[in-house]
């Protein structure tokens, strides 16, 4: 199908883009476009105006700074795959940009258009929750930073006020201890996973500390599974798996029992992961 | 709002191009229906087939999922394009020496794509071959031979023998 028709307008800054948002509320912003205009395609979304996002400067690049990595939310899924730092120093990250989508998506997705759609099957949501990172926003009342945890509250929801757009991600850069794991497992590459786990911790004796499960296409948002962390921080896989209480709804994949059983094949995959030293 | 129609001007194939558009229209509408460029395929029109592959300014996209209007000042490169400089000749007749081809709709997609992987040189393995075609899709070969027609001309532009 074809979009229903829409005007078009490229902000030159983000308080134009702001201001946009405030005038005409059914808007939409236009980042890498891979799932707007997808739906826009479908007749699944017909706002009156897209806001263009991309020509506006200083959104894209990483940064390493006092141990954090900074990704610009117009920074496009290739240029982090590509990016030294984002292999060094936030290494899960690095680990699951490649089952995003495919090489000509990954060329014009961004790594905000991802965190801000928030799709509960997407991969980087989930690693975000793992890391403990935070979202970077800038609304009319200027920028806030809004933890991961509070920022995806349900099926496409995000805390993200109505005039609020992602400028930026931040994750803790790894360190001496750290751990990470991903897996997931998906009908074909490339596809939105059945199930996903982004999952980070601290090497501790023969178990580990400050473990974080980040469960993706189990449910509404990326999950965390707490009972299960605690059962890894011991180094009990098995009881791990056993805790897993995440009750994944059928959906048109597979049945909710069939992703509670592969989200324990993961967890055992990803606890394997995280006993290997970091690399 | 006066904006439902905009003027862009780019370079498709290396030359100038100066249209007015709807906002509305994907890249892929544009360069079928303004330019008669119909070799780029309309499969799916959500991003999943690979149909519509095109180049804008030297990297692979879904020609479904960029509006033209997005275009404004880019250079786009479409299967004409590359088959009229010569560029994938060896990839066009290795395709049709194979079998990689039977209804042929998903093929100029798959050129472009195989021809964005090749470029880059070395001879990838075929594990990195189905990776890089792994957002096309073909419903009639069953891949095989479309993974060995990229292999041979990977191991014949390197120097092997095809």
Known sequence: MKPAPFAYKKARSLDEAVALLGAYPDARLLAGGQSLIASLNMRLSQPSLLIDINGIEGLDGIALKNGVVEIGALTRHVQAERSEIVARHAPLVARALPYIGHVAIRNRGTIGGSIAYADPAAELPACLLALGGEVVAHGPQGARRIAAEDFFKGLFETALGPHELVTAIRVPAVRAMSRFGFAELARRHGDYALVGLAASARAAGRGFANVRLGFFGVGATPLRAKRAETALERGDVDAAVAALDLNPLDDVQASGAVKQHLAGVLLRRVATQLMEAAR | ?162
Do not use: W
Request: hydrophobic share 40%; proline share 1%.
């Open chain 2, 1 to 162: 709002m006066s904006d439902l129609r905009l003027d862009i001007s780019l370079i498709v194939n290396g030359e100038s191009v100066s249209e007015r558009v709807d906002a509305r229209k994907t890249l892929v509408d544009f360069l079928r229906e303004d330019l008669g460029l119909t070799g780029s395929h309309i499969g799916c029109e959500h991003g999943v087939c690979g149909a519509c592959t095109v180049l804008v300014n030297g990297e692979i996209v879904r020609g479904c999922l960029m509006l033209a209007v997005q275009c404004d000042r880019a250079t786009v490169e479409t299967i004409e394009g590359l088959s009229d400089s010569g560029e994938v000749t060896d990839l066009q007749a290795a395709f049709a020496q194979r079998n990689a081809l039977q209804c042929g709709y998903c093929t100029p997609g798959m050129i472009v794509a195989a021809q964005d992987l090749l470029q880059r040189g070395g001879v990838p393995s075929r594990e990195q071959i189905r990776e890089h075609l792994s957002g096309n899709y073909c419903r009639c070969t069953g891949y095989h031979a479309i993974v060995d027609a990229v292999e041979a001309v990977a191991q014949a532009r390197a120097g092997g023998k095809a």
